[in-house]
C-alpha cells in the first residue's frame, strides 16, 4: 500500500513538502509519481521519477516543485515552492511495484489535500 502526508492549507507563495511510502510485499519499484486532481478536472501527472532518478515535470510546474525518491525507504516526495492557488487540490502518489515472483501492479495512494489560499 501507499501513505502519503503532508497536505495542508497553505498561503500563495508558500511550500509544502509531500511524502508517499510504500509497504507490503515489495521486490523493487519502478517509476514513481504524484498526480493531481482538482475539483471538476481530470486527473492529470504532476511529477515522475523512475528508479534510476530520471524525472519528467508537468509544465505548469517545472522550476518550482522537485520530485526526489528514497530506494531504501520506498518513500517517495514532492517539495512544492512558489505555490498558487492553481495548484489546489487532491494530490495522489502512484507507485510501479514489483512483487517477489516478478508481477507488477500499479499501486495509488489514498491522496492528500493540498489548498492553496490567494
Known amino acids: 500500500q501507499l501513505v502519503e502526508s503532508g497536505g495542508g492549507l497553505v498561503q500563495a507563495g508558500g511550500s509544502l513538502r509531500l511524502s508517499c511510502a510504500a509497504s507490503?510485499?515489495?521486490?523493487?519499484?519502478?517509476?514513481m509519481g504524484w498526480y493531481r486532481q482538482a475539483p471538476g478536472k481530470q486527473r492529470e501527472l504532476v511529477a515522475a521519477?523512475?528508479?534510476?532518478?530520471?524525472?519528467n515535470y508537468a509544465d505548469s510546474v517545472k522550476g518550482r516543485f522537485t520530485i526526489s525518491r528514497d530506494n531504501a525507504k520506498n518513500t517517495v516526495y514532492l517539495q512544492m515552492n512558489s505555490l498558487k492557488p492553481e495548484d489546489t487540490g487532491v494530490y495522489y502518489c502512484?507507485?510501479?511495484?514489483?512483487?517477489?515472483?516478478?508481477?507488477?501492479?500499479?499501486?495509488w495512494g489514498q491522496g492528500t489535500q493540498v489548498t492553496v489560499s490567494s
Open positions: 507490503g510485499s515489495i521486490f523493487s519499484i519502478n517509476a
Open positions: 502512484n507507485a510501479d511495484v514489483v512483487v517477489p515472483g516478478g508481477d507488477e501492479y500499479d499501486y
Open positions: 521519477i523512475t528508479s534510476g532518478g530520471s524525472t
